[in-house]
């Protein structure tokens, strides 16, 4: 391969190479690790630039009008890139584009050799949160002054290979030899580029880095499990401000509420009797650093403090921000360690296997290659690090680990396991980070993975209910099961390796084949009872069954359902005699095979849980359980699903009991006139609610602003609705460049806004950005900050969990009251329950959880007491209903209340925000 790297980046009007033209070519030449030439220039297309590229390139008509033609350039550039390897970050585009505008011109395409540094990327940066190459650099620390010009691009992409280059140089060898085994399927000649630095690290080998170790093949990062040590001597708590401010060292500045959350959290921890205590207290006021300093105090690893959150980002926080700070100002240090559930883990061995007899499918590969550098990083296994992956990825069903029971001591990756290395860690930990979820499925669990504890913490507390109902909701879709059944039996597939391992084993064979059998026999099954039982049922419509529904059934409807739970029952029982047998003869498998045993384990796992489900589905009519079911065209299979509204009441939990003293901590806990709404929720009416004062002068730093338009936006059709958020949008954010976030409540609608208006506003050189429309939340909110002057559209989860403190945001537009929706099937089957038992479900279920969610959306815009902004919201109900005044009171009393004009409320904004 040439050893002349000729990094390219290309503008064009649009991505289609029949239609768009060039615009800017820039190239960048490398040799020995160095940049030895720069060459770009701007290109005429001879057609106009639209405004979204102007804006995105800033080139503009008036630019490239004086500028050469492609053609007068075409011989240059072949010239240029004569004799070396093109290089581009995504190289398909960038080589094919410019081939077809050689074409064009009559010039010979290129021949050259090619390189795609955005597989590079993905193979040898396994654990970035973008491949994109704005990202990447900022990320790398590369210099990048001019996104999306040619001449820039490209100089970025050079700094990006050499990087690139060097991390590859350090890898291990057997590391770097493996993925050169795996590269065939890489774009272009990026396989030659790897080879070729995996044989010069072969003709000069170096030792291996005394962090790593080799086992069966392969690099791993040595792990260490620190162990506790405890300071014998005693330790007071510092009560008091002084004590506080003595042990913060000029490290920490003194808040007054963070200091009353402090105490409030040791008192219940250490003092008092009660075992559950809410704690209200608003965001900005340091919520981590306020129950993690008591927590230094109390917990050991006899007794750790558990700590449940919603989000991985606080966790991180927690881990890599707030307890090293805080372990520079005590004695006794904090031992953290994250804890999830099996399938967030690699298993070594399984991965081991799909090395040896992998997938032919490119995105496996460079899933395998990336993993092979990540296992040269890691000290955890936790497939979440490698930010970009997709966990339905055949490679990642074969590889996410099942559990310490299914691991042997015969394995070579056994005491490397990284299960095995978390309970260890944990066992050395005095603070264990969970996520609600985790929480929630302790009670599912045969063995909890939790220890008992004195202590357990729920931040970000007011998710726990629904949280805890998501994790006890089932469902099973009948159609989609005999798909799997069906594509298990086809040629070449599960069922047919299975039985290929089994040819020598006759007793094995024999239970083999009357599993399938059984199987069969539940798919058959379940086609009789439904065609039997909802003969006259509206077919593709959700409905709600009764208890009545279930005790008036015929008697071939119920003796469908004992054949059909006696069907269940055995495949069980066969399942569990050919497992026994399985694992006898599971040591002489191959390693491809071992993976097709994973595969029929984890359909094992998949058929217990179905047995289960359909067991309650079809027995257990309890008030709090809701059936649904969903009946498709042929009647003979359906869509069920069972929702208990029992289930974030605690006491019912397996893991409530375990825990001596329980603190629920979040920003909105309290409901006006319904103080313990959210203990009643919890199953815990009687637990006491303590409020820290907030911290904010929302009198001088907010504002609520309420449209005066006589438009009743619950009356109007989707259309008509979008059309009206769209215009007053228009007029309120054109003439001003504050940045904005403005909040919805439905997707559908979001979209429409969103396709009225983008382009008008890009032609202005103000971009939208919208949720779902470019990438991820996190990547949407950076966008946002880096852009100074955006506007922000989002949904759900931007109405809380969205850090944007300071200038970044300073207009909060919120489109209708968040009322959750009464038609969606969850919401509807919440309030089919409590009016079932008597609870008037809007007075006591939605306007409570509308208030707290406006709340939560004011939250966005006040973090700190220097922001400054106003909310607007287009729905005048806040003001002509009578449940506004309930809403008005779940805000701040000091927050000032006015209605205007959409063209008042431009006035009002430029006056407030320019005010200091």
């Given at each position: 391969?040439?050893?002349?790297?000729?990094?390219?980046?290309?503008?064009?009007?649009?991505?289609?190479?029949?239609?768009?033209?060039?615009?800017?070519?820039?190239?960048?030449?490398?040799?020995?690790?160095e940049i030895?030439?720069?060459?770009?220039?701007?290109?005429?297309p001879i057609?106009?630039?639209?405004?979204?590229?102007?804006?995105?390139?800033?080139?503009s008509?008036?630019?490239?009008k004086?500028?050469l033609?492609?053609e007068?350039?075409?011989?240059t550039?072949?010239?240029?890139?004569?004799?070396?390897?093109?290089?581009?970050h995504?190289?398909?585009?960038?080589?094919n584009?410019?081939?077809?505008?050689?074409a064009r011109?009559?010039?010979?395409?290129?021949?050259?050799?090619?390189?795609?540094?955005?597989?590079?990327?993905?193979i040898?940066?396994?654990?970035q949160?973008?491949?994109?190459l704005?990202?990447?650099?900022?990320?790398?620390?590369l210099?990048?002054?001019?996104?999306?010009?040619?001449?820039?691009?490209?100089?970025v992409?050079?700094?990006?290979?050499?990087?690139?280059?060097?991390?590859?140089?350090?890898?291990?060898?057997v590391?770097?030899?493996?993925?050169?085994?795996?590269?065939?399927?890489?774009?272009?000649?990026?396989?030659?580029?790897?080879?070729?630095?995996?044989?010069?690290?072969?003709?000069d080998?170096?030792?291996?880095?005394p962090?790593?170790?080799v086992?069966d093949?392969v690099?791993?990062?040595?792990k260490?499990v620190p162990?506790?040590?405890?300071?014998y001597?005693?330790?007071r708590?510092?009560?008091?401000?002084?004590e506080?401010?003595?042990?913060?060292?000029?490290?920490?500045?003194?808040?007054?509420?963070?200091?009353?959350?402090?105490?409030?959290?040791?008192?219940?921890?250490?003092?008092?009797?009660?075992?559950?205590?809410l704690?209200?207290a608003?965001?900005?006021?340091?919520?981590?650093?306020?129950?993690?300093?008591?927590?230094?105090?109390?917990?050991?690893?006899?007794?750790p403090l558990?700590?449940?959150?919603?989000?991985?980002?606080?966790?991180?926080q927690?881990?890599?921000q707030?307890?090293p700070?805080?372990?520079r100002?005590?004695?006794?240090?904090?031992?953290?360690?994250?804890?999830?559930?099996?399938?967030?883990?690699?298993?070594?061995?399984?991965?081991?296997?799909t090395?040896?007899?992998?997938?032919q499918?490119k995105?496996?590969?460079?899933?395998?290659?990336?993993?092979l550098?990540?296992?040269?990083?890691?000290?955890?296994?936790?497939?979440?690090?490698?930010?970009?992956?997709?966990?339905d990825?055949?490679?990642?069903?074969?590889?996410?680990?099942r559990?310490?029971?299914?691991l042997?001591?015969?394995?070579p990756?056994?005491?490397?396991?990284?299960?095995?290395?978390?309970?260890?860690?944990?066992?050395?930990?005095?603070?264990?980070?969970?996520?609600?979820?985790?929480?929630?499925?302790?009670?599912?669990?045969?063995?909890?993975?939790?220890?008992?504890?004195?202590?357990?913490?729920i931040?970000?507390?007011?998710h726990?209910?629904?949280?805890?109902?998501k994790?006890?909701?089932?469902?099973?879709?009948?159609?989609?099961?005999?798909?799997?059944?069906?594509?298990f039996?086809?040629?070449?597939?599960?069922?047919?390796?299975?039985?290929?391992?089994?040819?020598?084993?006759?007793?094995?064979?024999?239970?083999?084949?009357?599993?399938?059998?059984?199987?069969?026999?539940?798919?058959?099954?379940?086609?009789?009872?439904?065609?039997?039982?909802?003969?006259d049922?509206?077919?593709?419509?959700?409905v709600?069954?009764?208890?009545?529904?279930?005790?008036n059934?015929?008697?071939?409807?119920?003796?469908?359902?004992?054949?059909l739970?006696?069907y269940?029952?055995?495949?069980?029982?066969?399942?569990?005699?050919?497992?026994?047998?399985?694992n006898?003869?599971s040591?002489?498998?191959?390693?491809?095979?071992?993976?097709?045993f994973?595969e029929?384990?984890?359909f094992?796992?998949?058929?217990?849980?179905?047995?289960?489900?359909?067991?309650?589905?079809?027995?257990?009519w309890?008030?709090?359980?809701?059936?649904?079911?969903?009946?498709?065209?042929?009647?003979?299979?359906?869509?069920?699903?069972?929702i208990?509204?029992q289930?974030?009441?605690?006491?019912?939990?397996?893991?409530?009991?375990?825990?001596?003293?329980?603190?629920?901590?979040g920003?909105?806990l309290?409901?006006?006139k319904?103080?313990?709404?959210f203990?009643?929720?919890?199953?815990?009416?009687?637990?006491?609610?303590?409020?820290?004062?907030?911290?904010y002068?929302?009198?001088?730093?907010?504002k609520?602003?309420?449209?005066?338009?006589?438009?009743?936006?619950?009356?109007l059709?989707?259309?008509?609705?979008?059309d009206?958020?769209?215009?007053n949008?228009?007029?309120?954010?054109?003439?001003?460049?504050?940045?904005?976030?403005?909040l919805?409540?439905?997707?559908?609608?979001?979209?429409?806004v969103?396709?009225?208006?983008?382009?008008?506003f890009l032609?202005?050189?103000?971009?939208?950005?919208?949720?779902?429309?470019?990438?991820?939340?996190e990547?949407?909110?950076?966008?946002?900050?880096?852009?100074k002057?955006?506007?922000?559209?989002g949904?759900?989860?931007?109405?809380?969990?969205?850090?944007?403190?300071?200038?970044?945001?300073?207009?909060?537009?919120?489109?209708?009251?968040?009322?959750?929706?009464?038609?969606?099937?969850?919401?509807?089957?919440?309030?089919?329950?409590?009016?079932?038992?008597?609870?008037?479900?809007?007075?006591?279920?939605?306007?409570?959880?509308?208030?707290?969610?406006l709340?939560?959306g004011?939250?966005?815009l006040?973090r700190?007491?220097?922001?400054?902004?106003l909310?607007?919201?287009f729905d005048?109900?806040?003001?002509?209903?009578?449940y506004?005044?309930?809403l008005?009171?779940?805000?701040?009393k000091?927050?000032?209340?006015?209605?205007?004009?959409?063209?008042?409320?431009?006035?009002?904004?430029?006056?407030?925000?320019?005010?200091?």
């Open positions: 391969m040439n050893t002349t790297y000729a990094v390219v980046d290309i503008e064009t009007t649009g991505t289609d190479p029949e239609t768009d033209r060039i615009i800017q070519f820039g190239c960048v030449l490398v040799e020995n690790d030895i030439s720069r060459f770009a220039v701007d290109i005429n057609k106009p630039i639209s405004n979204k590229i102007q804006h995105l390139t800033h080139i008509n008036q630019r490239v004086k500028a033609y492609f007068d350039v075409a011989a550039i072949y010239n240029l890139l004569a004799d070396t390897t093109f290089v581009a995504n190289i398909h585009f960038d080589y584009f410019l081939n077809h505008e050689m011109c009559g010039m010979p395409e290129l021949q050259i050799p090619g390189i795609d540094t955005v597989e590079l990327a993905q040898f940066l396994p654990t949160v973008s491949f994109r704005n990202d990447l650099a900022e990320s790398l620390g210099q990048h002054e001019s996104p999306h010009q040619a001449d820039s691009d490209a100089e992409t050079a700094s990006l290979l050499l990087h690139i280059k060097d991390t590859m140089e350090k890898l291990p060898l590391t770097l030899e493996k993925i050169s085994q795996l590269s065939e399927m890489t774009s272009k000649q990026t396989n030659l580029f790897i080879k070729q630095i995996t044989s010069q690290k072969q003709a080998p170096q030792p291996l880095d962090s790593l170790q086992i093949g690099a791993l990062r040595k260490e162990l506790f040590e405890e300071i001597y005693e330790q708590y510092p009560k008091t401000k002084k506080k401010m003595n042990l913060y060292q000029d490290q920490l500045t003194y808040r007054k509420e963070q200091g009353q959350l402090m105490n409030t959290v040791f008192r219940h921890f250490a003092e008092n009797e009660e075992k559950n205590l704690i209200e608003s965001t900005g006021m340091g919520k981590t650093i306020g129950y993690l300093l008591p927590a230094a105090f109390l917990a050991t690893p006899e007794s558990i700590i449940s959150t919603v989000s991985i980002l606080l966790q991180h927690l881990i890599d707030d307890i700070l805080l372990n100002l005590i004695d006794q240090p904090l031992y953290a360690t994250v804890v999830k559930s099996k399938s967030h883990y690699i298993d070594l061995q399984r991965f081991k296997a090395l040896e007899s992998p997938v499918q995105q496996y590969a460079l899933y395998q290659m990336g993993i550098v990540w296992l040269t990083q890691t000290t955890t296994g936790d497939l979440d690090e490698l930010n970009l992956i997709r966990l990825h055949l490679l990642f069903q074969e590889i996410t680990h559990g310490i029971n299914y042997s001591e015969k394995q990756f056994y005491q490397e396991d990284f299960l095995w290395h978390l309970q260890q860690r944990m066992a050395q930990s005095n603070i264990l980070i969970i996520n609600h979820a985790f929480l929630a499925q302790e009670t599912q669990r045969s063995q909890p993975l939790l220890p008992e504890s004195r202590y357990l913490l931040d970000e507390a007011h726990l209910p629904e949280t805890m109902e994790v006890s909701q089932n469902y099973l879709d009948t159609s989609a099961f005999q798909r799997k059944v069906q594509q039996h086809e040629d070449e597939q599960l069922f047919d390796q299975i039985e290929a391992m089994l040819k020598n084993d006759t007793e094995s064979l024999r239970l083999f084949s009357l599993y399938q059998e059984e199987l069969q026999a539940i798919i058959d099954g379940q086609e009789d009872l439904f065609f039997e039982w909802f003969t049922w509206p077919l593709q419509e959700e709600i069954l009764q208890v009545e529904q279930r005790q059934l015929s008697l071939t409807v119920e003796k469908n359902i004992e054949r739970l006696l269940y029952q055995e495949l069980l029982s066969i399942q569990s005699q050919l497992n026994d047998y399985l006898t003869i040591d002489a498998w191959l390693d491809r095979q071992r993976v097709y994973g029929f384990l984890s094992y796992e998949e058929m217990q849980t179905q047995a289960a489900f359909m067991k309650d589905w079809l027995t257990n309890s008030s709090s359980y809701v059936h649904w079911l969903y009946l498709y065209g042929n009647r003979k299979t359906a869509r069920l699903q069972l208990d509204f289930a974030a009441v605690l006491p019912n939990t397996s893991w409530y009991e375990r825990y001596e003293k329980i603190v629920y901590l920003g909105t309290k409901v006006p319904n103080r313990n709404y203990a009643k929720k919890l199953g815990i009416p009687d637990a006491p609610l303590k409020v820290i004062p907030q911290t002068n929302y009198e001088q730093q907010a609520l602003l309420i449209t005066s338009d006589d438009v009743k936006i619950n009356e059709g989707n259309k008509e609705y979008a009206y958020i769209a215009k949008l228009t007029i309120l954010l054109e003439d001003t460049t504050k940045p904005a976030l403005v919805f409540t439905s997707h559908e609608i979001l979209q429409k969103y396709k009225k208006m983008h382009q008008h032609s202005k050189g103000r971009e939208i950005l919208a949720q779902g429309m470019g990438g991820s939340k990547k949407l909110l950076k966008r946002f900050i880096q852009s002057e955006s506007i922000l559209f949904a759900d989860s931007f109405w809380e969990g969205v850090d944007l403190p300071g200038d970044a945001l300073q207009l909060l537009i919120v489109t209708r009251l968040p009322f959750e929706n009464p038609n969606r099937p969850l919401i509807r089957a919440r309030n089919y329950y409590l009016n079932e038992q008597g609870v008037d479900s809007f007075s006591q279920e939605s306007l409570p959880k509308a208030a707290l969610k709340r939560q004011l939250g966005r006040i700190s007491e220097k922001d400054k902004g909310m607007i919201l005048r109900r806040f003001v002509t209903k009578s506004g005044k309930r008005e009171k779940a805000l701040p000091e927050l000032p209340v006015q209605e205007a004009t959409i063209y008042e409320m431009k006035q009002l904004i430029e006056e407030f925000l320019q005010n200091p």
